[in-house]
């Protein structure tokens, strides 16, 4: 295990539903990542939060909606997702600040399909 | 446009066998470049971090190389083994980026016995 933990690994949700992804990391980092990935296609960063204020939001449409409680924990709460948005979805962090300097550890990902 | 592509998309290899995965980017001014392969099902763990300045870095029976003038990277993988089936992804971040690094799409690599 990286030290970077993601809850559920496989979720199915319906449209209209209404869910939540939960990433801890227990690396003591103080920046976490979201990133989206679908299949054959590049990694999408999503959100980036350094010391629990959000720094980056690459466009992402509403119904994705990121929670930073503190620096160890990163929700993304889930609502009226459409069938493209089914992909996997990966939780990152890095030691300090947010930076493409640093190594980014990666959790095992949540397996998202909107049916 | 800042770009990462890898060849080939995908392979197959024989246990025990060689091979070798490209890398060619147009992201500019360049900071670092990394590989990361990713297991089916898992987040992608990191194999090398090179910056401008380094030509070749290995780990275990993993080298990468960097050309910054031709702005390529290649990783070698020597003597396959089974457990090297996975994708393996290119990554490049620009000097003043923040936050953004550049992914490749990936090779996907099968190791057959």
């Known amino acids: 295990e990286t030290g970077v933990t993601q809850t559920p690994r496989h979720l199915v949700m319906g449209m209209t539903n209404k869910k939540s992804l939960k990433c801890e990391q227990h690396?003591?980092?103080?920046?976490m990542y979201w990133y989206k990935q679908s299949a054959k296609k590049p990694l999408e960063l999503m959100f980036v939060?350094?010391?629990?204020?959000?720094?980056e939001n690459n466009s992402v449409p509403s119904r994705f909606s990121p929670e930073c409680p503190n620096s160890s924990h990163l929700f993304l709460h889930l609502h009226t997702l459409q069938p493209e948005d089914s992909a996997l979805y990966l939780c990152?962090?890095?030691?300090?600040?947010?930076?493409?300097?640093?190594?980014?550890?990666f959790g095992p990902g949540t397996r998202l399909t909107v049916t | 446009k800042n770009q990462v592509e890898q060849s080939p998309q995908s392979l197959i290899i024989l246990e025990g066998k060689n091979c070798t995965l490209q890398?060619?980017?147009?992201?500019?001014?360049?900071?670092?470049l990394r590989w990361y392969k990713q297991d089916t099902g898992r987040g992608p763990v990191s194999l090398t971090i090179?910056?401008?300045s380094e030509n070749t870095k290995s780990n275990g029976r993993y080298t990468a190389t960097l050309d910054a003038d031709t702005k390529q990277s290649s990783l070698h993988i020597t003597a396959s083994q089974l457990s090297d089936s996975a994708s393996y992804i290119c990554?490049?971040?620009?000097?003043?980026?923040?936050?953004?690094?550049?992914w490749g799409a990936g090779t996907k690599l099968i190791i057959k016995p």
């Open positions: 990152a962090s890095t030691p300090t600040r947010a930076s493409t300097f640093y190594e980014q550890y």
């Open positions: 690396l003591g980092h103080n920046a």
């Open positions: 939060y350094s010391l629990e204020e959000r720094v």
């Open positions: 890398c060619n980017y147009t992201v500019s001014p360049f900071s670092n």
């Open positions: 090179m910056t401008f």
């Open positions: 990554v490049v971040s620009a000097r003043g980026s923040n936050y953004q690094l550049i």
